[in-house]
């Protein structure tokens, strides 16, 4: 019998990561990102443990330039996504949430994001409805693989692999292509950030929120000019906007649901912190949105919008796709406030309203259903 492999070497002591746990008042963004690029290069679970709970304990965690610079370590370390010369990269637009609301919601940023690209944005869409550290856990820590499903919602991924999409095929060298071709292009996390094992082990074994329950947002390696994000909590709206802004987002809205949601909400108003590089004087604005008076769409309770498993929310989203669910039903008017508001930030449309018209042509004319298919026949 062959003796078992020698134990693999320590990981080297990071200096900044004991400046972290010794004087967190002198740990700057700069050190924050040098020391997520040191795990994702070789660090232990160890030590991404010690500098995720390190970060909640002296809030650097919503330090909005301590997120832009993690979130910077993490897109440097992704795969990376580069339009050719002969097809540069056109305005990409995401819309995603960062989760943990609680509320198991139907997907509506994944149809959200399929009508605006029938309606003319070309989405490149990163994980919604779970944050990037679960998705992170069920891959490296769970070992899973293929369709998934677990006691939570049914997220981007699985709805997506419901509609026949294999996500696990789209790389990076796939993206500009599918985008240019389809429009819309999911890019899936286990695939586009593979350096994540340590911090994926050591968010398990912690099991409380960290800075990763934000991060999935700001981390597409497609590197998006314009987005709506969505947030857990309304103290995160001012945090993540400045934070977006720092990395260079051109238009963004952050939105959360007064009602505790992290989308535009489809009952009651709507808090939105937008920010807009090309205004006159660029800066963070706080207003709120509500569906009649802004969108011209009647109020859905919460009940009526409630998601089931990969299975059912598949055969929503294809009812919707077909036109079967018309203005009035509670899931098209869900979508239709954020795929409108969508394509108000993408520039396509001149407000709300026309937003709305537009993503309802995008379902009635049948764009939205074939920006869909042509991404389910791309990743095959």
């Known amino acids: 019998m062959s003796a ?22 002198a740990f700057t963004p700069a050190d924050a990102g040098a020391v997520m690029l040191a795990l994702m290069r070789g660090g232990s679970s160890a030590q991404a443990g010690a500098f995720l709970a390190a970060l909640k304990l002296s809030a650097k ?9 993690v979130a910077d370590a993490m897109r440097e370390c992704a795969l990376h996504v580069s339009f050719p010369p002969t097809a540069p990269a056109p305005n990409l637009v995401d819309i995603v949430g960062t989760g943990g ?48 499903s677990s006691s939570s919602a049914c997220g981007s991924a699985d709805v997506l692999e419901a509609l026949g999409a294999r996500i696990g095929n789209v790389t990076a060298e796939k993206v500009p292509a599918i985008v240019n071709s389809s429009r819309f292009c999911f890019l899936f996390a286990q695939v586009f950030h593979p350096s994540l094992r340590a911090i994926a082990q050591a968010r398990k074994e912690l099991g409380v929120k960290t800075i990763f329950n934000i991060l999935g947002p700001l981390t597409n390696p497609a590197r998006p000019n314009r987005m709506i994000v969505g947030v857990f ?20 809205w ?17 808090d939105v912190w937008s920010y807009d590089s090309s205004a006159p004087s660029p800066a963070v604005e706080h207003f709120v949105v509500h569906p009649t008076r802004d969108f011209g769409i009647q109020e859905h309770t919460l009940e009526e919008v409630k998601g089931g498993d990969a299975a059912f929310n598949s055969e929503t989203m294809k009812s919707l796709l077909r036109g079967r669910l018309a203005p009035g039903n509670a899931v098209c008017d869900f979508v239709l406030l954020n795929a409108g508001a969508l394509l108000f930030v993408s520039g396509i449309a001149s407000d709300l309203k026309d937003g709305v018209s537009k993503a309802l042509q995008s379902i009635n004319d049948g764009r939205a259903l074939k920006a869909l298919e042509a991404f389910v026949e791309a990743s095959q």
């Open 233 to 252: 909590s309304d103290s995160l709206g001012p945090i993540l906007a400045e934070a977006l802004r720092i990395s260079g987002v051109e238009r963004f």
């Open 4 to 25: 078992p492999p020698p134990p693999a070497a320590p990981a080297a002591p990071n200096p900044l990561l004991k400046k972290l746990l010794d004087t967190p008042l």
């Open 61 to 69: 965690d919503r330090d909005p330039a301590v997120i832009a610079a």
């Open 101 to 148: 609301d609680g509320h198991d919601t139907f997907n509506v940023s994944t149809a959200s994001a399929i009508v605006a690209a029938g309606a003319g944005c070309f989405i490149a869409k990163v994980q919604a409805d779970t944050s990037l550290a679960l998705l992170l856990i069920r891959f490296f820590c769970l070992g899973q693989h293929g369709n998934r």
């Open 254 to 270: 952050i939105v959360h649901g007064k009602l505790g949601l992290d989308e535009i909400a489809p009952t009651g108003e709507t």
